[in-house]
């Protein structure tokens, strides 16, 4: 399986039970640590004596650390890749660049380091004040949430306003988009392509991620809107750091979205696993403005007690939308047997009427 390359890892972190959290946890994670200096003068003579590793390494120290100064540490910063400093109680007048707080738990270090290092494959995309497309990715924390469902019909409706939309399959655990819409070979040939006026669909394969910065450079010059069905998201502080070829397509996400919605069902089970993932993405610092979606709303004005804890759960992230999309199982069972879109069924169900409302919003 193709990975993601990482830097290897060098501690000189004095605090023994820090410097043992930080390097099992970043070993489990596949990260190589080849070093673990105990003060100033081994670190840099390891570095000195390595300085081809040294160059693609990274550097994880204390403020702590016998012998460290400022002038050390910007004289170190010039021989290792990147340098992340955490503080010290026991120095708190030292003054050095660039100083975090400890960690507390794997997500909060792992939330960290992937915020401070991206993966070269996905770094240089212009920003979204440089590119054409507004990029909208749809995830959900548990199966069944209907992310798929609201991917490829708010790509419709958008399309149906005219804007040029692309719908990527970025579920590439159990991709679904070709199934439900009758496509073939959109995880071979050309990158996407054209299903209807103004919409186009593509799939997201190990082959594409290899390529990924070319992929969606193209992608955003030529497409108003580019709408990924992420799919199941899990453990969003360890898939950040996640070296493997799938997890990738989630940092890119959390790097280039210019929206990420979290996608919720209104019953017991789905607010769970709402909370849990909205819980996890509030310790990870994202690129990408956080909306959420309360799917499969039950009909009339009182709020079950589900969707309570649901609306309950935003309060953990600072949520740009929040959305709510109606129960319309018939309409929902009658595309899919159909291999068709809403408005193409039924386009006064409700479902339809509810994500061309946000369509709407969405593309003024």
């Not at 501690?11 to 105990?38: H, K, M």
């Not at 990029?135 to 209907?146: C, N, P, V």
């Not at 493997?244 to 089970?269: F, K, M, Q, T």
């Amino acid at each position: 399986m193709a990975e993601i390359v990482l830097p290897v890892v060098i501690t000189a972190i004095a605090n023994s039970e820090l410097e043992g959290f930080v390097a099992s946890t970043l070993y489990s994670q596949g990260w190589s640590v080849v070093y673990r200096a105990l003060d100033l003068e081994s670190l840099e003579n390891f570095l000195h004596s390595n300085a081809e590793l040294a160059q693609g390494a990274l550097l994880l120290y204390s403020s702590d650390l016998s012998q460290i100064s400022e002038e050390s540490v910007n004289a170190i910063t010039q021989l290792v890749k990147q340098v992340v400093g955490f503080s010290s109680d026991q120095s708190p007048t030292l003054q050095l660049p660039g100083l975090f707080k400890p960690p507390v738990d794997t997500t909060e270090l792992l939330g960290l380091i992937r915020g401070l290092l991206r993966a070269p494959m996905i770094r240089n995309l212009p920003g979204p004040n440089s590119r054409r497309a507004q990029i909208i990715s749809i995830g959900a924390g548990a199966s069944g949430s209907g992310c798929t469902t609201i991917a490829i019909n708010l790509a419709m409706e958008l399309s149906a306003l005219g804007r040029k939309v692309l719908l990527l399959d970025a579920d590439v655990k159990h991709p679904s988009i070709a199934v439900l819409l009758g496509l073939h070979k959109l995880d071979s040939g050309d990158d996407w392509q054209l299903i209807a006026s103004n919409l186009s669909a593509g799939e997201i394969t190990q082959e594409r991620v290899s390529r990924m910065e070319i992929f969606f450079s193209k992608a955003t010059a030529e497409f108003d809107f580019i709408i990924l069905d992420l799919g199941i998201i899990e453990n969003i502080g360890d898939s950040l750091t996640d070296r493997r070829w799938s997890a990738s397509v989630i940092h890119w996400s959390c790097d280039h979205a210019d929206e990420l919605w979290i996608v919720g069902r209104a019953d017991v089970l789905g607010a769970y696993r709402f909370e849990k993932i909205l819980r996890e993405f509030s310790l990870v610092a994202i690129r990408a403005k956080v909306s959420v979606l309360l799917n499969m709303k039950a009909p009339g004005r009182k709020s079950t007690s589900s969707e309570d804890s649901f609306l309950a759960a935003i309060a953990l992230v600072a949520a740009k939308k929040i959305m709510t999309l109606p129960r319309d199982v018939r309409a929902v069972a009658r595309a899919q047997e159909q291999r068709a879109t809403l408005i193409e069924i039924d386009e006064r169900s409700a479902l339809r009427k509810a994500i061309f409302s946000i369509a709407g919003e969405v593309g003024s």
